[in-house]
């Protein structure tokens, strides 16, 4: 079935700190979506992202498309304790009904 | 608030037991997706409803099973639980295009932590 490799797997920094994860995969998605899972939440959408080679910002959040269509990142600039939490990539191969796959996250401590 | 509601929040039982899980979508959406999240692992997809109709199937066993009422809301059901169904259930709602197609953005529960000993 269809993978994403999410990478790194965890990542421990410091409070003001650049954070960068990426997701790949070997086919060829339509929708790249980033999610984040705070502790005894459920995850909650960052970004969006339905053109190859999008760039899009949701404040301290940066993600794009990848031209290839295969791959994903998001930066986190200038961390902040609050970001601590799990980062899902996540891919839809058509705008239909297909499933979203989901990476296996990223999780992210940031230490003030 | 996402505005999907789940319940119960925690639920421990014994091996062999069968438990239901409920979900309640946003007002308006359609659609309810379920996934379960196990200890490092990330989020599988088990089924998708759509209007009271199953749309898509991804890894769910066959000891579970899900169905979609009229008034939207959904529930799980899970038999002769293992322990290895222990983990983190979560239930989705998107706003949907046409017959269930969906853009991705799914608003998640709060979930069901299911402890099996």
Known sequence: ?112 | DSGVTQTPKHLITATGQRVTLRCSPRSGDLSVYWYQQSLDQGLQFLIQYYNGEERAKGNILERFSAQQFPDLHSELNLSSLELGDSALYFCASSVDRDRGSNTGELFFGEGSRLTVL
């Open chain 1, 1 to 112: 079935g269809q993978q994403l490799n999410q990478s790194p797997q965890s990542m421990f920094i410091q409070e003001g700190e650049d954070v960068s994860m990426n997701c790949t995969s070997s086919s060829i998605f339509n929708t790249w979506l980033w999610y984040k899972q705070d502790p005894g939440e459920g995850p909650v959408l960052l970004i969006a992202l339905y053109k190859a080679g999008e760039l899009t910002s949701n404040g301290r959040l940066t993600a794009q498309f990848g031209i290839t269509r295969k791959d994903s990142f998001l930066n986190i600039s200038a961390s902040i304790p609050s970001d601590v939490g799990i980062y899902f990539c996540a891919g839809q191969r058509s705008g239909g009904s297909e499933k979203l796959v989901f990476g296996k996250g990223t999780k992210l401590t940031v230490n003030p």
